[in-house]
């Protein structure tokens, strides 16, 4: 799985880097950026990759773009569940609809031809699991399961594993911004990266526990940008800093005092 993330990573960069080597590189970087993303996780997950020019593609980046974009807002309704009985009625249709279209797009570009494929495999001898979209099927259509997964549930787990993409755009995103008033950063990055490669391949994953400073500046960006909006609910009985915490209470995530500088 390892080696399996390392390639797919290695072969969306580099269609990336062609794709940005063209005229006027920075027009829609994110866009490019998000959907190069979007194909490493449709890759590792699901075994299937897309055009980044398919205009349904770009659609189904976009609502995806749009939903991260209104759940990280801080409504109070996130922390007083009751407010959202109040919340307009286009505010709910907006999600809607982005949520509608990309379930269609997940089911016409990928889960139909998945679950056929999947009966067929499961009237043979050979049923090995090839990805998590197998898993799921297995959960939903499997009848050794204990308790099964209805497909819907199936479909709503996928959909949020594969939106996990634009957490990783935006983030991507942010740290450049900080690296962009930070050309010292840049500098030691630069170095520990040229150190290592030689300017003669790519930077892998093996490369990560060589590279101490570049992982420190991706450590402090995420305690930057780590979004605390989107509260947590204790599964158990715990304690945080010795504090008593019960279940079912709700948890938002504190960073450190310094949230806003970044500490080199």
């Not at 005229?23 to 194909?39: D, E, G, Q, R, Y």
């Not at 490493?40 to 075994?47: A, L």
């Not at 989107?230 to 008593?244: E, R």
Request: hydrophobic residues 35%.
């Amino acid at each position: 799985r390892f080696l399996k993330l390392d390639s797919i990573i290695y072969r969306e960069l580099s269609d990336l880097k062609s794709t940005l080597s063209g005229t006027n590189p920075l027009s829609n970087f994110k866009v490019h950026l998000s959907s190069t993303i979007a194909n490493m996780f449709f890759v590792y997950f699901c075994s299937k990759r897309f055009d980044i020019h398919n205009p349904r593609y770009q659609e189904m980046i976009k609502h995806y773009d749009n939903v991260f974009y209104e759940v990280n807002q801080g409504y109070a309704s996130d922390f007083l569940p009751w407010l959202s009985y109040f919340q307009t009625n286009s505010h709910k249709r907006k999600l809607s609809r982005a949520s509608q279209s990309i379930r269609a797009f997940v089911m016409e570009f990928l889960m139909n031809e998945r679950i056929a494929k999947y009966n067929k495999k499961h009237t043979k001898a050979d049923n090995e699991e090839e990805d998590y979209v197998d898993s799921l099927l297995d959960s939903v259509y499997s009848s050794t399961d204990k308790v099964n997964m209805d497909l819907d549930t199936a479909l709503f787990s996928l959909e949020d594993i594969v939106g996990g993409h634009t957490a990783i755009s935006n983030f991507i995103m942010k740290t450049l911004g900080f690296l962009v008033n930070h050309p010292n950063v840049q500098a030691k990055i630069q170095q520990e990266v040229d150190a290592m490669t030689l300017n003669a391949r790519p930077v892998t994953l093996a490369d990560r526990k060589q590279m101490p400073y570049t992982e420190a500046t991706i450590l402090e960006s995420i305690r930057m940008i780590t979004s605390p909006i989107v509260p947590h609910v204790a599964t158990q009985d715990s304690s945080i800093g010795g504090k008593l915490t019960n279940t079912e209470l709700t948890l938002v995530p504190c960073r450190f005092p310094n949230d806003y500088s970044w500490n080199e």
